[in-house]
């Protein structure tokens, strides 16, 4: 039987109008599963990249966040590195949440994962990933930073006391005489060690976490011990959502630097 000579452009148009979801397959809800009692989230690149590398994001609170700002996302995903991230609630990267972290870690590089991750925190984020980071340092792709904070005696004990102090289980005067054992920017020896690339994009006006005492000490520091950092800094731009911090194409590009080659035939 012939076919009806309209049919093959009937297919195309209709292919045309079907949603980018369906065309690129991309994964539009996470796939969940516990571990020790928190849940973790996980968007699974269609087609893996080399190594089967992966974002970790934080903070993760019922979700990961970063599922909603459409350029990195898809870039992320269609490059092959998917997103995830483990719902801690809300901690500091004290010993014991930061341990929590490493459960996540075993679990997902017993299900096939990198066990390189790239970090990216945004803002309190920032000190959850670092935390983890200078704990670990040789499990580190790279580290990523939005507005981030880098600093324990910055934004953590100045805004958010009782939750800083609640996640380290110290009173303020203990953790304020121990703050060099716990804080990132006072134990960067081992990332360095491992040369952990890093990139942040950061706005000069942020009065919430101020550049000054978080990125821009972090950029000093890591430069001063001969580490690889890059920064964006926005200016006139505060703490918010918006193109320069969540459609930054520096900071794709930066992600995308990270996946190993691929091997040759």
Not at 61 to 77: D, H, I, T
Request: aromatic share 10%; net charge positive.
């Amino acid at each position: 039987m012939n076919s009806h000579p309209l049919l093959p452009l009937l297919t195309i148009l209709s292919l045309l109008a079907l949603p980018v979801a369906a065309q690129d397959n991309l994964p539009r809800t996470a796939e969940t599963f516990e571990i020790g009692g928190n849940k973790a989230f996980l968007y699974a690149a269609p087609k893996p990249a080399e190594g089967k590398p992966c974002v970790w994001y934080a903070p993760t609170l019922k979700g990961v966040s970063l599922a909603g700002r459409k350029l990195y996302f898809e870039s992320f995903l269609r490059a092959g590195i998917s997103i995830a991230g483990f719902d801690l609630g809300e901690v500091r990267g004290g010993p014991a949440s930061t341990a929590k972290f490493t459960l996540f870690y075993e679990d997902m590089v017993r299900r096939g994962w990198s066990p390189k991750p790239i970090l990216l925190g945004q803002s309190r984020g920032g000190m959850m990933t670092l935390a983890w980071a200078f704990r670990h340092p040789d499990k580190v792709r790279a580290w990523v930073g939005i507005y981030p904070v880098c600093n324990l005696a910055s934004w953590p004990l100045k805004n958010s006391k009782a939750a800083t102090l609640a996640d380290f289980a110290l009173p303020e005067a203990e953790l304020t005489a121990k703050l060099r054992e716990f804080n990132p920017v006072d134990n960067l020896h081992g990332l360095l060690a491992n040369k952990v690339p890093m990139f942040a994009v950061h706005g000069d006006s942020d009065v919430v976490v101020p550049y000054a005492d978080n990125t821009r000490l972090l950029k000093e520091r890591y430069e001063a011990g001969g580490g690889p950092i890059t920064v964006k800094l926005i200016p006139g731009e505060g703490h918010k959502v918006g193109p320069s911090f969540f459609e930054c194409r520096e900071l794709v590009d930066f992600v995308l630097k990270q996946l190993p080659p691929a091997p040759k035939n």
